[in-house]
């Protein structure tokens, strides 16, 4: 494979790229206003081997990570384009921009909740929500190749402080893992790990290996790398550190799981993903895929069922849909409930049973990982049949419940439970005792 050399654009300098100055005038307009408020970061990669610029601005991958109109509320962007085009103070415009982000909910589904501690300390860098899976950030991991428009974690890349989950002690990590002996995953996530170095990231790997932490069977990275930089695993000058240190997790006995990012077919059609996605599984590390379902990039059954058809035959293994999160730019990219399961159904049924090892699609909410099963009638009633995939509480997954049908819900804070119930299962004991007595009881156990 030939080598690339990492060229990254954010608004300072998208103008070096070609193809910008045959933009139209509105669309470098939405760049400049947009990308006040929103974090806008792309890279050579993604512009010249990813995005058909013939189809700019509705390319899927150009609306994956440049700034487009339609990502503020037009009474947000005229906010915004009037102070710069008037040249308003920094001071007026920070103001402004700071006041739009804080209304977008910068911090979704509770995440400050699940911040464990050890001793009197708190640890800002862990999630610990689900029982067997640790979360961990690493401070140096906390950025991207590029930025998606969709992303929740954009606090982090905005210079939020306050909302960011960092932590550079693996020390601590590894204290409160000694600690926690039914922890069986450890999650390595941010931002992107994979923007660490080798060296960096083998320093929070490799004491993992030791005997002290048998218990811990699986190391698992998040990344999108694989769509935004595959040189990252071919020809970066520390490619090929990466590749043993990824060995030597599978020679410790661990299964080192790569969590990749897809978000549409074009991402998996280079030479470059297709090569590293064999190289990666060439050091017996796994790779298992997912995205959200977002408007203007992936709402459609075709545009799925390629994905996990094409992953499948790269070597992946479809894990996940997602229904999209709700923060930024929510308002462009959500898809109702309904029609999240419709493009989940239909693509699901047009794969083959290799493809369906995938979930979804998935809320990730407060109380866990709620997934649509399906919309049903029962007794005359129209519902949603729902159920958890991961539970703040284990003794909630698999169990089903239902909500009271709503064509335009597009998160599951919006839903009631059907039947006239006051609560769903999980929110009262009383409520979770009922559902416990009402199903087969020994399943709980
Ligand atoms: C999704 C997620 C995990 C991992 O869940 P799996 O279903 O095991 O992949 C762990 N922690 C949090 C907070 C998550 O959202
Ligand atoms: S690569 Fe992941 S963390 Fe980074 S912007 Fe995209 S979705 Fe967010």
Redesign the pocket.
């Known amino acids: 494979m030939k080598p690339k050399t990492y060229q990254g654009y954010s608004l300072h300098n998208y103008r070096q790229i070609p193809q910008v100055a045959r933009l139209s005038a509105e669309a470098i307009e939405a760049i400049e206003v947009v990308g006040q408020v929103l974090p806008f970061k792309t890279n050579n990669y993604v512009t010249e081997e990813l995005i058909d610029w013939s189809r700019v601005p509705d390319d899927p991958i150009f609306t994956l990570t440049f700034p487009r109109r339609g990502l503020l509320t037009a009474r947000h962007y005229t906010q915004i384009r009037h102070l710069t085009e008037t040249g308003a103070p920094p001071e007026r415009l920070k103001e402004t921009v700071d006041a739009i982000r804080l209304s977008l909910n910068p911090n979704p589904a509770g995440q400050e909740h ?1 911040v464990p501690t050890l001793g009197d300390i708190r640890l800002k860098g862990v ?1 610990h ?2 029982r067997e ?1 640790v ?1 961990f950030f690493p401070s140096q991991g906390q950025t991207c190749h590029a930025y998606c428009t969709f992303c929740f974690r954009w606090p982090q890349f905005s210079g939020m402080t306050g909302y960011k989950f960092a932590m550079k002690e693996g020390d601590l990590l590894r204290s409160y893992l000694r600690l926690h002996r039914g922890v069986t ?1 450890i ?1 390595f996530t941010g931002g992107d790990p994979m923007t660490m170095s080798a060296s960096v990231l083998a320093g929070y790997i490799e004491p993992l290996l030791a005997p002290e932490f048998t218990h811990i069977r699986t190391i698992r990275i998040g990344t999108k790398a694989l769509a935004y930089w595959p040189y990252r695993f071919l020809t970066d000058s520390d490619s090929d550190d990466l590749m043993r240190l990824f060995e030597r997790v599978a020679a410790a006995g661990k299964n080192l799981a790569i969590q990749a990012h897809f978000n549409h077919p074009v991402e998996l059609s280079t030479e470059a993903v297709a090569a590293a996605i064999r190289r990666i599984r060439s050091t017996g590390a796994q790779i298992r895929t997912q995205s959200p379902v977002l408007r203007h990039i992936n709402d459609s059954p075709d545009v799925w069922a390629q994905m996990w058809r094409r992953q499948v035959d790269l070597g992946c293994i479809p894990y996940y849909m997602f229904v999209a999160r709700d923060t930024g730019a929510k308002h462009f990219f959500e898809v109702p409930l309904e029609r999240c399961w419709e493009i989940f159904r239909k693509a699901y049924r047009s794969v083959s049973g290799v493809c369906r090892t995938v979930r979804g699609p998935s809320m ?1 909410d407060t109380p866990g ?1 709620i997934q649509l099963l399906g919309v049903a009638r029962v007794w005359g009633e129209k519902v949603f049949v729902l159920r958890f ?2 539970g703040r509480d284990p003794r909630w997954v698999d169990i089903p419940f239902f909500a009271r049908y709503d064509p335009r819900a597009t998160w599951f804070d919006q839903l009631e439970p059907a039947f006239g119930e006051e609560h769903f299962f999980f929110e009262t004991d009383r409520a979770f005792e009922r559902a416990r007595h009402d199903s087969a009881l020994t399943l709980f156990e």
């Open positions: 699940n999630q929500k689900y899976t979360l995953d999650l990730s990982k995939l991961q």
